[in-house]
């Protein structure tokens, strides 16, 4: 039975999976559906975490601020509903999952830029 899930999921797999690590700034391009019509929506925001490692259901999570408000999306990496991922920061992040960022508001709320 093992066998059978890591075929399907092998077949699921989206063999341009785009790259990224946590504390980068990214745009993701997710595809909207609304009614019979299919648009794309731009989240721009900072990556907290990213889960699952190399297996088809890892998942991400990008948080943004709108409006004084903290908004959190999470994606499948393989999911057909996004388009694609642009960089646009490299952040330099020490930790694998940066949930005190939840806390923090203004400038305090930045990850530093990676510098190479």
Known sequence: MNDIIRE????????N?????????????????EGNRERIQVFEGTVLKKQGGDTARATFTVRKNSNGIGVEKTW?????????????????ARRAKLNYLRGRVGKKAKVRELVK
């Open 8 to 15: 399907i999921e092998a077949e699921q797999k989206n063999e």
């Open 76 to 92: 499948p990496l393989h999911s057909p509903h996004v388009e694609k991922v642009e960089v646009i920061r490299r952040g330099k």
């Open 17 to 33: 999976a785009p790259e990224f690590n946590t504390g980068d700034t990214v745009k993701v391009y997710a595809k909207i559906k």
